[in-house]
C-alpha cells in the first residue's frame, strides 16, 4: 500500500489509460509481494516458535564431563529415522550443548575419539527413551578408566513467583565430593559425589555469591550466580588449572521457555535463528523486490 493511500495496482492501470497489459503486470507483482510476504511470516513463525511449545517433542543435550577424558565425536541418531543423524565433532571437557528438540522416540547416543571414522566402533553407546515433554541431559562421566554415558533425567517445570530453581552437577576430579551454600552459610546441596546430579531445589531469586563447599579439606570457592524469578538452573562444577570452575546453565526461564541449540566447541550449546534459513528469506526478499521492479519498468516502458 502506497503512503497515499492508493493501491498500486489501481494507479498502475490508470497511467496506462486503462491497459489491459498493466493491470496483469500489476497483479502479477502483488501476488509476488504477497506470496514472498507470506512465506516470510509463516518461516518466521515457525522458527521463532518457543520450543516448550512444540508438540510432540522432548528435550535432549549432550555434555562431556569427564576431567582426564580427550576430545570426542559425538553422534545423535534417531532409532526410527525420524530425524538425519547428528554428529558433533571435537567436544571437549566441560562442553554442554543446549537443548535439542526431538520428537519422542527411541535414539542412540554414540561417542568416538575426535577424528575417527564412522565406520570405527563407538567407545561409548546408550539407548534413550525421549516421552514427549521430557527433558534430559545425556553426559560421558567419570574417569577415562572407568568412562561411561549417563542419563539424568531434568526437570524443567518452572517454579511459582518468588523463587526460582537450581541443582548441581558435579563433574570434578579433584573435589570429589562437595557441598553448595547460600552466602549466608544454608545448604543447597551436601556430599555431592563426583559424576553425579542432585534433585532441584528452591531458592530465593537474586545475584548470588554461592559457595562450593569441598569435603576433602579444600578452601571454599564462591560463584557468582544470577538466579532469575522463576528460571530454572544447573550448576555445573569443573576442574580447572587454578581448582574449581563452576558454570551457570540455564535450563529453563520463565519467559524464554527451554534454550536450544546444538553442541558447540567453545562456550556450550548455541542459541537463535537457524542463519543459512535467515539467509534464505533474505534472499526470496531480494528475488521477489527485483521481479516486481522488473515488471514495472517493463509496464512503464510499454505505456
Known amino acids: 500500500m502506497r503512503s497515499d493511500g492508493q493501491d498500486p495496482a489501481t494507479t498502475d492501470a490508470a497511467v496506462g489509460g486503462g491497459g489491459g497489459r498493466g493491470k496483469v503486470s500489476s497483479s502479477i507483482a502483488r501476488r509476488i509481494g504477497i506470496s514472498a510476504v507470506s ?5 518466521i513463525s515457525t522458527v521463532g516458535a518457543a520450543p516448550a511449545q512444540a508438540a510432540g517433542k522432548g528435550y535432549v543435550r549432550l555434555a562431556h564431563l569427564s576431567p582426564d577424558t580427550p576430545n570426542v565425536d559425538v553422534y545423535l541418531s534417531s532409532q526410527s529415522h525420524v530425524i538425519p543423524e547428528q554428529v558433533f565433532p571435537g567436544v571437549g571437557y566441560g562442553i554442554m550443548s543446549g537443548y535439542l528438540a526431538l520428537p519422542a522416540g527411541g535414539y542412540t547416543v554414540a561417542m568416538r575419539r575426535s577424528g575417527a571414522p564412522k565406520s570405527e566402533k563407538p567407545v561409548l553407546t546408550l539407548q534413550v527413551s525421549v516421552a514427549a515433554g521430557g527433558a534430559y541431559t545425556v553426559a560421558g562421566v567419570g574417569r577415562y578408566a572407568e568412562l561411561g554415558l549417563k542419563l539424568f533425567t531434568d526437570d524443567l517445570s518452572l517454579p511459582s513467583q518468588g523463587q526460582a530453581k537450581v541443582r548441581v ?18 545448604a543447597i546441596a551436601q556430599n555431592v559425589q563426583f559424576a553425579t546430579t542432585t534433585d532441584y531445589q528452591l531458592v530465593t531469586p537474586g545475584n548470588w555469591d554461592l559457595v562450593i563447599k569441598p569435603a576433602n579439606g579444600r578452601a571454599d570457592t564462591e560463584v557468582q550466580a544470577d538466579l532469575g524469578d522463576g528460571n530454572v ?13 563452576a558454570e551457570l546453565k540455564t535450563d529453563a526461564t520463565r519467559d524464554g521457555g527451554v534454550p536450544a541449540g546444538g553442541v558447540s566447541t567453545g562456550a556450550g550449546g548455541a542459541s537463535g ?31
Open 39 to 43: 512465506v516470510l511470516v509463516l518461516t
Open 169 to 186: 552437577i558435579q563433574a570434578s576430579l579433584g573435589v570429589p565430593v562437595l557441598g553448595l551454600a547460600m552466602p549466608d552459610g544454608s
Open 233 to 245: 538452573y544447573s550448576l555445573l562444577v569443573l576442574d580447572s588449572g587454578d581448582g574449581l570452575k
Open 273 to 303: 535463528p537457524p542463519w543459512p534459513l535467515v539467509a534464505g528469506i533474505a534472499l526470496l526478499l531480494v528475488v521477489a523486490a527485483g521481479a516486481i521492479w522488473a515488471i514495472r519498468r517493463r509496464t512503464t516502458r510499454e505505456w
